[in-house]
């Protein structure tokens, strides 16, 4: 059975930093592009960053030189340290792997909820 559990979410003062965890249970976590997506209030889901196998990361404009995705293949967890955020990062953070052309592979979890407000 797979699970995704992710968490790390929090309330944070616009500027502040939060590192994400999803661990995974039930796939071959070392062969699988791992992604990050969000969901704001009113707006459909999107990605955030990937990573694959061997390390390639990529990132959706709006977080670049401020999130950064990791994985750790021991403990099956991939890590998103997401810095200096603003109110529009605010949203429920959830993790997947990716197939080759960039579907999502499983079911969402619960997600984490990120806040930015002062």
């Known amino acids: 059975q797979v699970q995704l559990v992710e968490s790390g979410g929090g309330l944070v003062q616009p500027g502040g930093s939060l590192r994400l965890s999803c661990a995974a249970s039930?796939?071959?976590?070392?062969?699988?592009?791992m992604a990050w997506y969000r969901q704001a209030p009113g707006k459909e889901r999107e990605l955030v960053a990937s990573?694959?196998?061997?390390?390639?990361?990529n990132y959706a404009d709006s977080v670049k030189g401020r999130f950064t995705i990791s994985r750790d293949n021991a403990k099956n967890t991939v890590y998103l340290q997401m810095n200096t955020l603003t109110p529009e990062d605010t949203a429920v953070y959830y993790c997947?792997?990716?197939?080759?052309?960039?579907?999502?592979?499983?079911?969402w979890g619960q997600g984490t909820q990120v806040t930015a407000s002062s």
């Open positions: 039930g796939i071959i976590f070392r062969i699988r592009t």
């Open positions: 990573i694959t196998s061997s390390g390639t990361t």
């Open positions: 997947n792997a990716l197939t080759t052309v960039g579907a999502t592979l499983y079911s």
